[in-house]
């Protein structure tokens, strides 16, 4: 499900895009296979805004660095799902401190964020003619979110297919990959100016640090996030 054909390369993609790590990885391994690609974040009332503000200085970073990819970069699209941090209780929507729940899944899981984020990408993709949408669902890393399972991204396309009676690809380029593999798979796409673009520019930290700037970026640098995001770092660095 991650390999482009030759048939698909000359068609429309649309990326997931929060103007983080993997997101931004995402966005160059789009960017380099697809014709034209179109970029799509959510705002759904993120405790921290921090991540919003990163997108959109990402993308205009990622533009600048690569001519062939500035000319295949489309339009941003930005969707208001604010009835998310409405209507559930996440660490992620609410001032709470991230902890593990009783049901063995940290309190930053939003029940169903993926499943929202996909139909509202198919439903953006399908009037854009962008049938590819790529996402940074990992199952290496997942912390236990049921929504970032393979088995549940091609029960998703599947279900998007018969739903919309389309043919979309769902691309999930990190599903495999660790955080090291990530931060490798950005240097071949992009090289070093794409890794310290991502050093840069990019935000993951849950807390919406960006005053603490270590080696890998910035953050906390405690909260599982940033600490994921540095070992990673450090595993890809000593490689
Ligand atoms: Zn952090």
């Known amino acids: 499900m991650t390999d482009a054909s030759d048939r698909s390369s000359g068609e429309k993609a649309l990326v997931l895009f929060s103007g983080g790590q993997d997101s931004t990885t995402c966005l160059a391994w789009a960017l380099d296979r697809f014709a034209e690609v179109e970029t799509i974040g959510f705002d759904y009332g993120q405790r921290h805004r921090v991540e919003m503000s990163c997108r959109l200085p990402v993308r205009e970073a990622v533009r600048a660095m690569n001519p062939a990819w500035a000319a295949r970069l489309g339009e941003d699209h930005v969707v208001d799902l604010s009835v998310l941090g409405a209507i559930s209780e996440s660490a992620l929507t609410r001032d709470t401190e991230i902890a593990m729940t009783a049901s063995g899944l940290p309190n930053s899981f939003v029940p169903g964020r993926n ?66 593999e990530s931060w490798a798979l950005a240097q071949s796409l992009g090289g070093d100016a794409l890794v310290r673009l991502i050093v840069e520019e990019t935000h993951t930290c849950y807390h919406g640090d960006r005053t603490h700037r270590h080696d890998w970026g910035y953050g906390c640098g405690t909260c599982p996030s940033c600490a994921l995001r540095a070992q990673g770092y450090q595993r890809f660095i000593a490689a």
């Open 115 to 180: 499943l929202a984020f996909l139909t509202f990408a198919a439903m953006v993709g399908y009037r854009r003619g962008a049938r590819h949408i790529i996402g940074g669902m990992c199952e290496t890393d997942f912390s236990g979110y049921p929504d970032c399972r393979h088995e549940f991204v091609q029960s998703m396309q599947q279900t998007l297919n018969i739903g919309m009676a389309h043919d979309f690809e769902l691309h999930t380029p990190l599903m495999w990959i660790d955080k090291a």
